[in-house]
């Protein structure tokens, strides 16, 4: 059974760090790469950055981009995502993905 459980979210002030963690199982995670999603409330779901299956190949939004680095370790069957200086707009829930599979998310609150 593919799985992909994500953590790290919470609670930060503007201007703050997080840094989310998903670990996957049920499948070779290095054989896919890897991409981070966000649903902000009321909102569709925003693609946030992406990772090859290397891991030496990333993207982000123009949202994130500066701010955010996604990273992987396989050996660890484990996504990452650190981000820096969080903006209230970045409040959302964050959620892994590959190939239509997700995780269930977790929520990172921005606020003051």
């Known amino acids: 059974e593919v799985q992909m459980v994500e953590s790290g979210g919470g609670l930060v002030q503007p201007g703050g760090s997080l840094r989310l963690s998903c670990v996957a199982s049920g499948f070779i995670f290095s054989n896919y790469g890897m991409k981070w999603v966000r649903q902000a409330p009321g909102k569709g779901f925003e693609w946030v950055s992406l990772?090859?299956?290397?891991?030496?190949?990333?993207d982000y939004s123009d949202y994130v981009k500066g701010r955010f680095t996604i990273s992987r370790d396989n050996a660890k069957n484990t996504l990452y995502l650190q981000m820096n200086s969080l903006k209230p707009e970045g409040t959302a829930l964050y959620y892994c993905t590959t190939e239509g599979a997700w995780g269930r998310g977790t929520q990172v609150t921005v606020s003051a």
């Open positions: 990772i090859n299956t290397a891991g030496d190949i990333t």
